[in-house]
């Protein structure tokens, strides 16, 4: 018998709804000749037209004029582990003789079809991953045109690329040098120092920790960090010790002195990548690291919202009596 090829397709769609299609042949057309063919013999659930064996190998033929394999066959076959070609004669009813018959059944592939091969759901996989890889290129290679014509985003993504040079230059380590220098006479840190009883050289285990981002604030880790802790106490002692994140960013930008020049208008953040995102200085991405940080020391308790993260300070927080004791 001469059996059909068995081509495996996969499609994927870009952005634009353009479709991405891969194709394999995984089994050649071939002729074979079957050692043993037996007719209508039960097999588990199913009793297929035909089981011919080549060796201890086995390929179901199911012979279909008016009733072909469903999809409850089919999952049975596949259960098996087994190969399935159904010969579809539907078209050979009104006429047919023992030659034509002969030739559909034996010696062409044009009424045969692959039903189930044990190859198929791995390299269907396989075959799914490759379409979604050329869709996800296609997108890929359209941000980038886009961007061509978008000269904020190629401005801005220019001052990150050089922006992470400088942080491993030398410059970088001296300007951290020089602000940890005037730290302990910065104004943030002496008025957060005051009111906590703060030592610059001796830093309690809420400050001084490092945290992703954090090269955007151009004051040394201790101070913004003081600064922040401070802000979360004067807000409970004002009657609230529960916050949104973003919030709280916002709040610091106002307050801390940071880098800019990072900004991206709304529209333009579909241009970039979410690497590229991460990389984007920031100021709300070291806020709530920090944030996170004092959550695992016990001191603040977070939870999620669509809007942005909600923390809630302690009572078992440094310098913190409790909403009726203030600090």
Same mark, same amino acid.
């Given at each position: 018998?001469?059996?059909? !090829? +068995?081509?495996?397709?996969?499609? $994927? ?6 479709? *991405?299609? /891969?194709?394999?042949? =995984? ?58 070609v159904e010969? !579809? +004669?539907?078209?050979?009813?009104? $006429? ?6 002969? *030739?559909? /059944?034996?010696?062409? =592939? ?9 190859r198929i ?56 040098? $020089? ?6 006479? *910065? ?9 906590m009883k ?130």
């Amino acid at each position: 018998m001469v059996l059909p !090829d +068995l081509t495996l397709t996969a499609t $994927a769609y870009d952005a634009k709804g353009v479709a *991405h299609t /891969v194709s394999k042949t =995984v089994l050649p057309s071939q002729s074979v000749v079957f050692d043993a063919v037996t007719e209508e013999q039960r097999l588990g659930d199913i009793v297929p037209d035909l089981i011919c064996k080549i060796g201890k190998r086995a390929l179901l033929v199911e012979i279909a004029v008016t009733h072909f394999v469903d999809d409850i066959k089919r999952g049975k076959i596949q259960a098996l582990g087994l190969a399935c070609v159904e010969i !579809d +004669l539907s078209s050979m009813i009104a $006429a047919w003789n023992w030659d034509t018959l002969k *030739h559909a /059944v034996v010696e062409s =592939v044009t009424h045969k079809l692959w039903i189930e091969h044990p190859r198929i759901t791995d390299l269907s996989s396989e075959l799914q991953r490759q379409a979604q890889d050329e869709a996800a290129m296609s997108d890929q290679n359209d941000l980038i045109a886009k961007r061509l014509h978008t000269p904020e985003v190629q401005a801005t993504l220019q001052r990150l690329a050089e922006f992470k040079e400088f942080e491993k230059s030398p410059e970088f380590q001296q300007e951290r040098y $020089a602000f940890n220098k005037a730290g302990p006479e *910065h104004k943030l840190w002496l008025s957060a120092a005051n009111m906590m009883k703060l030592d610059w050289s001796n830093p309690p285990n809420y400050l001084d920790i490092e945290v992703p981002g954090e090269s955007i604030f151009l004051v040394p880790r201790k101070v913004w960090q003081a600064g922040l802790y401070a802000l979360i106490l004067s807000q409970a002692k004002n009657g609230s010790n529960s916050f949104y994140s973003r919030i709280v960013s916002l709040k610091c930008r106002l307050i801390f002195p940071i880098r800019t020049g990072f900004e991206l208008p709304r529209e333009h953040m579909e241009l970039v990548s979410e690497s590229e995102k991460q990389a984007l200085p920031n100021i709300h991405t070291p806020i709530v690291a920090y944030l996170d940080a004092l959550a695992d020391l016990g001191y603040l308790k977070s939870e999620s919202t669509d809007f942005s993260k909600t923390f809630f300070l302690q009572d078992g927080a440094p310098h913190w009596k409790g909403r009726r004791s203030g600090v």
